[in-house]
């Protein structure tokens, strides 16, 4: 009877030093967020059944042979982001994001959900472009059934669930489906009504994209308007890429500088970064797209406070309207570039690595695309003409003075009118009497506005330097 009564005690003993001790962490470089009920909010979260889940769930996604697979193939060190998906999407349950680590940043290589109600994992195939049901086997389901024992630390309170969709509650492009999912400053929604809702995981391809074509840029139409090189972006639905011409556009507001987005591979996949404005340019894979953007920064021009300046040695502009100009000929390559890659990393891709002052325009305030540099893509990746299978790599329209295209409305977003300036356009469409280059071709999704007929040129106008991503020169 003694002896049973020390064992008795001994195991009440264990049992209570194990609950003064807290839940050990077993990975905690990776972080879980939820939502705060009341605030609305995305915060990272902890406590014990928090932490059992976080475990339980990383465990359960590296065990499975897609999550083995991808994270063999992705150098660096990797850690887990853990979400809970918006309510709102009609989903109980949380998104695992695999993230690559190196350069001072964060690059996805993989993304998984767990269903709490269905206790299923689901994987998201970017070939298929769909989230695939994984079947879980042997040991593996302990982890599974785990993550359905500790996933309720968050439960909803029967107060109403705020709406945190950024549509409105409509459900967004895959693969992210958290709240919160693109990160948004909401006190620089008027600076962000172009937002593209797509993050940098939601765009990837399994096939290079191809060579960037060779064209020329038409003058700058208005003073104030800067350049975005035209670019290959993927069509999900066509499964094909697009060339989204080179254009010049108004920034959001004074003073910014428009990094342009880039293909990376990462994890055997291209990855499309998107393009970004901001007080300074940043890393764009160290793609050559000419024009002021030779691999690293930008030589086309600068502001000098209200007023942008423009180095007509990489840019073309009309001098009859633009008077800003300065000729700097030691930014020009001395050597012809023929290297046309159109993406960073991998086979025959840029080896580019960010630069310290690319790493420290990544901690800068950025601004998303205009409405009307979304609505610019979304016409392009509209048009059969643009699409990398029918024109073979040479698309019809290569550039454009101004955007056409109509932007969308977004009612679920509050917009800001352009700034306002007396002695610059800024924000507008240029004046339809001002010359055209005659030397851009017009697709059948981007014909000059009613009313406006294509200019012969301006013959009194000095020749200007044309420049191309082929026709750069080294210093």
Not at 39 to 44: D, H, N, P, V
Not at 222 to 241: F, V
Request: charged residues 15%.
């Amino acid at each position: 009877m003694k002896k049973y009564s020390l064992i008795i005690l001994a195991l009440f003993i264990s049992s209570l030093s194990r609950a003064q001790n807290p839940v050990v962490d077993n990975h905690p470089s990776s972080q879980i967020f939820a939502i705060d009920y009341q605030s609305g909010q995305e915060i990272q979260v902890g406590g014990d059944q928090a932490t059992l889940f976080k475990d339980a769930f990383i465990d359960l996604v590296a065990a499975t042979p897609q999550s083995r697979e991808l994270l063999r193939q992705t150098p660096g060190r990797k850690i887990a982001v853990i979400k809970q998906i918006d309510p709102h999407k009609k989903i109980n349950g949380y998104q695992l994001t695999w993230e690559s680590v190196g350069f001072n940043r964060q690059s996805p290589i993989c993304t998984f959900y767990y269903n709490i109600d269905e206790n299923r994992l689901y994987f998201f195939d970017p070939r298929m472009n769909d989230w695939q049901v994984i079947p879980i086997e042997g040991l593996n389901n302990n982890n599974l059934n785990n993550c359905r024992s500790y996933a309720n630390f968050n439960n909803n309170p029967a107060a109403a669930v705020p709406d945190l969709s950024v549509n409105g509650g409509q459900q967004q492009p895959t693969p992210d489906l958290s709240a919160n999912a693109n990160g948004e400053d909401q006190a620089n929604a008027d600076l962000q009504t172009g937002l593209d809702t797509l993050s940098d995981e939601d765009l990837q391809a399994s096939v290079a994209p191809p060579a960037l074509p060779e064209y020329e840029q038409p003058p700058c139409p208005t003073d104030g308007y800067l350049w975005q090189p035209g670019y290959w972006y993927w069509n999900m639905a066509a499964h094909d890429y697009f060339w989204v011409p080179g254009v010049w556009v108004a920034p959001p507001r004074f003073g910014l500088l428009w990094t342009p987005g880039y293909w990376g591979f990462y994890g055997g996949y291209y990855r499309f970064h998107h393009g970004y404005w901001g007080p300074t340019v940043g890393f764009y894979g160290g793609i050559n797209y000419g024009f002021g953007y030779v691999g690293v920064g930008f030589v086309g021009g600068g502001w000098h406070g209200n007023v942008f300046r423009y180095n007509t040695a990489v840019v073309r502009v009309n001098t009859t309207v633009i008077h800003n100009t300065y000729l700097d000929n030691t930014v020009i390559r001395n050597t012809t570039v023929v290297n046309r890659v159109s993406y960073n990393g991998g086979t025959g891709g840029i080896p580019a690595r960010p630069t310290a002052t690319e790493i420290a325009a990544t901690h800068e305030q950025h601004f998303a695309p205009t409405a009307l540099q979304v609505a610019h893509r979304q016409a392009a990746i509209a048009d059969k003409t643009q699409a990398a299978s029918v024109n073979n790599g040479r698309p019809a329209t290569t550039s454009l003075q101004h955007i056409t295209a109509t932007p969308t409305v977004n009612n679920n977003r509050a917009t800001n009118p352009q700034p306002n300036n007396n002695n610059r356009n800024l924000g507008a469409q240029p004046n339809n009497n001002k010359p055209a280059n005659p030397r851009v071709n017009n697709g059948s999704n981007f014909q000059p506005r009613q009313g406006q007929q294509p200019s012969r040129g301006n013959r009194s106008q000095p020749k200007q330097p044309r420049q191309n991503n082929r026709k750069q020169k080294n210093n």
